[in-house]
């Protein structure tokens, strides 16, 4: 799994700084009453330690939170945090449950994770054709390491 940029960077909630103690405070307590984005929003400041200290472990209960609710990002970031062990301890078997739960929901970043985590066997009995399978949905979506992942493997079976 890999992070390109988009992940764990929000860090803000309606167009405020959260690193400072108001705005902060205001998040986690939108957070503590239910708000599913300003659980996701906490749960990336903790992973990366803006408005507090980096606690990991924290930001993986907030994520849950999140995922439980239905946001889309939180099930791929539960997914990383439990294929890096950031948070939690390494279980990549528990990774490629919470990537299914986001590439079922559409997010192409999980769809193309998943698809490496078959083809490789990481977390999952490796199954090439399952593989394939979400590399397709990822491609279709517009991402283009997968589509690149394609055209190399169909220039390979040439």
């Not at 948070?87 to 490629?96: L, P, Y």
């Not at 490496?116 to 990822?138: F, L, N, P």
Request: with cysteine.
């Amino acid at each position: 799994m890999h992070n390109n940029g988009y992940s764990h960077a929000d860090w803000t909630i309606d167009g405020s700084d959260v690193r400072d103690d108001d705005s902060f405070a205001s998040l986690r307590k939108a957070a503590e009453q239910g708000d599913i984005d300003a659980q996701y929003k906490l749960g990336n400041c903790y992973y990366n330690g803006n408005g507090v200290s980096e606690d990991k472990a924290e930001a993986v209960k907030w994520y849950r939170k999140a995922a439980d609710m239905g946001h889309f990002n939180a099930p791929y970031e539960l997914a990383e945090c439990y294929y890096y062990g950031n948070g939690v301890e390494q279980d990549r078997v528990e990774a490629v449950k919470w990537c299914h739960k986001a590439a079922d929901m559409g997010h192409f970043e999980a769809s193309y994770e998943l698809a490496r985590c078959y083809y490789y066997g990481s977390g999952v009995e490796q199954d090439r054709t399952e593989a394939i399978k979400w590399y397709r949905q990822a491609a279709d979506m517009g991402y283009e390491a997968a589509q690149e992942f394609l055209i190399d493997l169909n220039d390979d079976e040439c």
